[in-house]
T-cell receptor, first 112, second 113 residues
Framework: DGGITQSPKYLFRKEGQNVTLSCEQN?????MYWYRQDPGQGLRLIYY???????QKGDIAEGYSVSREKKESFPLTVTSAQKNPTAFYLC???????????FGDGTRLSIL | GQQVMQIPQYQHVQEGEDFTTYCNSS?????IQWYKQRPGGHPVFLIQ?????EVKKQKRLTFQFGEAKKNSSLHITATQTTDVGTYFC?????????????FGKGTKLSVKP
């Protein structure tokens, strides 16, 4: 069954720690996206990748990093430079520009 | 920069009442997409509108794309508790945002039984 898998579902970060959120898709989609969602808020774009080995910053990239070494995988690292990381993180992918985005179930990140 | 605005931000209705959310873009759009996010869940694609003045229906949901392709609306007839969630509209980005979707902030619908 094709889809997008995000893990873990819940993640806790200590002060000064980097954490990595996983996003894997088996939909053969070219483009992948990371969004941040705060309570009661919309979706804010962190990073996106339209093709393997290439990615661009979104609206709120500071304190985050990504890699796209494989088509199926687009991990997001929340670095210690991100001072307010508590949020719901959503990964999405799409096949073509005019196609809808498919979302994973999300990861909830909290500070310990 | 390019913006997609949605109103209202919140809507509380009694079960059986109708509901409408409106979406306005700062630029003409080639298409507009609508998503629904249930509480605690992730956004799920509902529909895409492409043509000027297009109207599409999904059971009790009616979607419209404006003649100028800069606005859209989602109307739900006789809401049910299963309609609870946040409804987002999104349009394709242009220029520096090409390849991305620009999402509105969403309308959160609550339905009182």
């Amino acid at each position: 069954d094709g889809g997008i898998t995000q893990s873990p579902k819940y993640l806790f970060r200590k002060e000064g720690q980097n954490v990595t959120l996983s996003c894997e898709q088996n939909l053969n989609h070219d483009a992948m996206y990371w969004y941040r969602q705060d309570p009661g808020q919309g979706l804010r774009l962190i990073y996106y990748s339209q093709i393997v080995n290439d990615f661009q910053k979104g609206d709120i990239a500071e304190g985050y990093s990504v890699s796209r070494e494989k088509k199926e995988s687009f991990p997001l690292t929340v670095t210690s430079a991100q001072k307010n990381p508590t949020a719901f993180y959503l990964c999405a992918s799409r096949y073509r520009v005019d196609q809808p985005q498919h979302f994973g179930d999300g990861t909830r990140l909290s500070i310990l | 920069g390019q913006q997609v605005m949605q109103i209202p931000q919140y809507q509380h209705v009694q079960e059986g009442e109708d509901f409408t959310t409106y979406c306005n873009s700062s630029t003409t759009l080639s298409n507009i997409q609508w998503y629904k996010q249930r509480p605690g869940g992730h956004p799920v694609f509902l529909i895409q509108l492409v043509k000027s003045g297009e109207v599409k229906k999904q059971k009790r949901l009616t979607f419209q794309f404006g003649e100028a392709k800069k606005n859209s609306s989602l109307h739900i007839t006789a809401t049910q508790t299963t309609d609870v969630g946040t409804y987002f509209c999104a349009g394709p980005g242009y220029g520096g945002s090409q390849g991305n979707l620009i999402f509105g902030k969403g309308t959160k619908l609550s339905v009182k039984p």
